[in-house]
């Protein structure tokens, strides 16, 4: 039986709320939620977390969200994954076959964001997108902004691989390299080894967060509090990683010239 493609689905996480000074963050959230809702008309929208317990206000403008009073201290700077594949898991329930996930403090300016990347996928006939900390020269694969099918997200998402003593992006890749066959680094050796920059090449699609047009409101958030962020013209100003001038590991040629190399 030929299975149906439902793919409109927007998860949002990797952000925890500490009670000292940290509230404004349900209202980035809000925000976030406002801004997705406008550009996806339709999208199912899910939101996970940790920390001081959502409002109403925000909780009644997604279709389901899991929220723990508690914060997972070992869920932050390793990607959260608990959240990540609780909304997956959540997501595959509904009966959804792909979907997008964001930062809950950075939507992407894109209109139907998921058929935008889904497209994508069908162009390139890979596995997944993935956008910035993606790197050939270290092992990381980026793990905020990500659109694939739910059975493959679900299966790289293993939180019984996944070491919360390292980081997200350098676990992420290395399930990668196990889901595909290869053994893996021990997870403080960053160095990828020969096999790396064609196992990402052949399976992921890669665009710089300036081209998803994500708007990383939590870093903005004095002088973009008020502002209409749909009606920026210059979205790369405040991008993720703008701030602090974050040096892109890779950008959108450099991979598509070294995809072209193993293509020859």
Known sequence: MSVTLNNNCIILSHVL?????????????????????????????????????????????????????????????S??????????????????????????DCPSLLANVCSELHQILSDEGTEMVVTDMTSFKNLFIGDLFVYG???????SWDTDRWDCNHGGLQNYANIWMEDHGYPRNNLSNLSPPHWWRKLLVDTVSFRVVEEMKCINLEDFWGELRNVDVEQIQDTDRYAWGARWNYPHQLNTAEFYEEKDKYND
């Open 17 to 77: 709320v500490k009670n000292n000074g940290e509230l404004v963050k349900h209202e980035i959230m809000e925000k976030t939620v406002d801004i997705f809702r406008k550009l996806n008309p339709g999208a199912y929208i899910i939101l996970t977390g940790h920390g001081v317990p959502l409002p109403s206000s925000l909780e009644d403008k997604v279709d389901y969200s899991y929220w723990e009073p508690t914060i997972r201290s070992e869920q932050f700077g």
């Open 79 to 104: 990607g959260h994954p608990f959240f990540v594949r609780h909304a997956y898991l959540h997501a595959q329930e509904q009966g959804f076959t792909h979907a997008f996930k964001s930062r809950a």
């Open 149 to 155: 099918p739910l059975d493959v997200l679900l299966k």
